[in-house]
């Protein structure tokens, strides 16, 4: 495990991650789930291709459940909230690596010194605090800077509970529900991109993210 990992955090984030860890395994025990593209990941991880899987911050909570049993570092940062994603993180198996909260300098060489590690990493393109629903181009700039592919996450219910105060309107899937969930083909970037060519290629990658949500609620009829 890295360095960089925020371990052993704080007690109040142990307590609330373990305490979120067994609620979701129970809660999703009754999902009926549904899948597609899940072995465009598979097949980066068995040939070592790195690859950045990106999804909404509103829809990371199923996640934990639909992509266990995969060898994957999931990006979070030092607040409270962080620290409870990387406690449930762990407990569902995952390996996760703290970063500093602005994509500077230390942002990559915290990535730099860690990359090699791991081949899957995930991320919420639009956290830790929003807008929601728009990617953030210096994680495409980050991407292409170390060569990652990008895979792109599309989650929906059948019934679900949707947290509209909050900014990124929460998908809380309900028990014995449908679940879909679908990921794209690995997109290669190409490297050398300005801020202003990231900025394009996140909007590319919006709409694309857009087609993996309408393709998840396909997956429920």
């Known amino acids: 495990m890295s360095s960089m990992h925020s371990e052993p955090g704080s007690r109040r984030a142990r ?9 979701l395994r129970l809660w999703c025990l009754s999902w009926r789930k549904r899948f597609a593209g899940v072995e465009y990941l598979d097949e980066c991880i068995a040939g070592g291709q790195p690859t950045l899987v990106l999804f909404w911050h509103g829809s990371y909570v199923p996640l934990f459940a639909l992509l266990r049993g995969r060898p994957a570092c999931i990006l979070t940062n030092s607040s409270l909230r962080g620290q409870v994603i990387a406690q449930i993180s762990r407990r569902f198996g995952y390996a996760t690596l703290e970063l500093p909260d602005e994509h500077g300098r230390r942002f990559l060489a915290a990535l730099r010194k860690a990359r090699h590690e791991h081949v899957a990493w995930g991320t919420a393109a639009d956290g830790p605090l929003g807008p929601g629903g728009r990617i953030k181009p210096p994680l ?3 991407a292409a800077h170390f060569g990652f592919s990008v895979q792109l996450v599309g989650v929906a219910a059948r019934r679900a509970w949707r947290l509209n105060r909050r900014w990124d309107r929460m998908l809380l899937p309900l028990p ?3 679940v879909g969930l679908v990921i794209g083909e690995p997109i290669q970037l190409p490297k050398g991109l300005d801020k202003a060519m990231a900025a394009r290629q996140a909007k590319v990658l919006e709409a694309s993210m857009a087609r993996c949500a309408l393709q998840a609620q396909d997956l429920l009829r």
């Open 140 to 142: 495409i700039t980050l």
């Open 176 to 178: 014995f529900t449908r």
């Open 15 to 23: 307590v609330l991650g373990a305490i979120g860890a067994w609620l």
